[in-house]
């Protein structure tokens, strides 16, 4: 058998500079450095907040997680990326070889011998309308969309959802080369979920909760229902793309989820398997270039994701954004999906006693539960005040409880308004009318205390 090398090693670039190199060895912890030279570069900062800038090599788990989790979520997609791209293996490093050119975020990952990407250019050509449906359908078996094997724009995306990414900058879609970069995410319909759950309407499910969250204040991925030929998607546009001033070339913009600035793989992305809540989260916040803005948006989505009784709001779908010198602040929210179209006992439906919110709130216990047969199992609006306490936010929270409970009327009168007349009632209906049963809820807690 032949004997591993002793050492692999990949580049991490970052707008056209080094950053560092990622090592591996047999039977050794994951390895970071920086570059000399990017320690002391104008746009220096850290590639991670788990990862400050220093000389001495970073190791160990925070490593392996940061690269972990630029990849998919499921394992299934991970092998059909091995298989399509001939990777080693389907371990991290040997995926990113082959696929890490355009990551989430700012980084590229290229062999440690290439040469320096010539980023300040736009490379890119025409794609059609058939082109983008033929690469919609093909995603089930050729994974993240690469529609043939001399394409050399390899495409790293992370989450569970089978998507791709392209190029658009007003004047249609184009499919990006080289070192240039996608703008937006094209997503399909998840199908049957976890458990059997039918979510074929998550194209319009993750819409209509954006526009929402939008309606209520916040900031959200820009996104639109669209159709290529018979296959629909979501279009999400990147906030971790910006076209440059002059509009010769696209930069990247620094960031990284919740798992990758506490260390944790993406397998413990909830806070039940390990991954950080919302105090946690809440505490990192205080670092914030702007602390008390983010802490109250933070605080304030984790609310409406019980109001939306929207489950997945694990710790890979909150991100912050790294700016120069290692400031950052709260990103934009995205991948945010209501269960109350599936709840119910039937088929392809989720109990509502099953409904677990991706983060504890916090009473005199842990609670997860949206709903329990026994009430004081479940999450209660007293319960939000008990957390905001802890946090640090009992000052700020009658007024953001208040905010919701008064702006609800509104925000469905004008979602109601924005909503096509074709858009399925199914998805519609149950999600406004259990946020307006949320909001009640809220109300009455107030009424009663």
């Not at 160990?60 to 940061?66: D, E, N, P, S, W």
């Not at 990326?81 to 371990?91: D, K, N, P």
């Not at 319909?189 to 209509?208: A, F, K, Q, R, Y």
């Not at 919701?404 to 109601?416: C, F, G, N, P």
Request: aromatic share 8%.
């Amino acid at each position: 058998m032949a004997r591993p090398s002793a050492q692999r090693s990949l580049a991490i670039w970052m707008n056209g500079e080094l950053v560092g190199r990622w090592i591996v060895r047999p039977g050794k912890p994951d390895e970071f450095v920086y570059a000399s030279e990017w320690l002391t570069a104008e746009a220096a900062r850290p590639l991670s907040l788990s990862m400050p800038l220093r000389p001495t090599p970073h190791q160990g788990i925070k490593v392996a997680a940061y690269f972990d989790n630029l990849l998919p979520d499921n394992r299934r997609v991970r092998e059909r990326l091995q298989q399509r791209f001939g990777a080693r293996s389907s371990a991290s490093f040997d995926l990113l070889a082959e696929i890490g050119r355009d990551c989430v975020g700012a980084i590229q990952i290229l062999p440690i011998d290439a040469p320096r990407p010539n980023v300040r250019a736009i490379d890119s050509e025409p794609i059609g309308e058939s082109q983008i449906e033929a690469l919609l359908k093909g995603l089930l078996t050729t994974p993240i969309g690469r529609a043939d094997q001399g394409d050399d724009f390899r495409i790293s995306l992370a989450g569970a959802q089978e998507k791709t990414a392209l190029l658009d900058l007003g004047s249609g879609w184009r499919k990006p080369h080289g070192a240039t970069p996608s703008t937006h995410i094209l997503k399909l319909p998840i199908g049957s979920g976890g458990g059997g759950i039918d979510l074929t309407t998550s194209v319009e499910n993750e819409w209509l909760c954006a526009e929402l969250l939008k309606l209520y204040g916040m900031a959200v991925a820009e996104c639109r229902m669209d159709r290529f030929g018979a296959q629909k998607a979501l279009v999400v546009k990147r906030f971790d793309r910006r076209l440059a001033a002059d509009g010769s070339w696209i930069l990247r913009l620094p960031q990284e989820d919740c798992c990758q600035v506490f260390g944790v793989p993406s397998d413990h992305k909830y806070e039940s398997d390990g991954g950080p809540g919302i105090a946690t989260i809440m505490d990192m916040l205080l670092g914030s270039s702007r602390p008390e803005q983010d802490r109250y948006d933070f605080l304030k989505a984790q609310m409406l994701f019980w109001m939306l009784c929207a489950t997945d709001g694990h710790a890979k779908n909150f991100s912050v954004q790294i700016e120069a010198g290692g400031r950052y602040r709260l990103a934009p929210l995205y991948d945010v999906l209501s269960v109350f179209p599936v709840l119910g006992n039937g088929s392809g439906q989720l109990s509502p006693n099953k409904a677990r919110m991706a983060m504890a709130v916090q009473g005199k216990n842990r609670h997860y539960l949206w709903q329990s047969i026994q009430p004081r199992h479940s999450i209660q609006p007293r319960h939000w005040e008990d957390t905001a306490r802890r946090c640090g936010m009992a000052a700020a929270y009658p007024a953001l409880r208040d905010e919701l409970i008064e702006k609800t009327a509104a925000v469905i009168d004008r979602v109601s308004n924005l909503v096509p007349r074709d858009f399925p009632g199914a998805v519609f209906e149950p999600i406004l009318a259990g946020l307006q049963r949320s909001r009640d809820q809220l109300a009455a807690s107030v009424a009663q205390s």
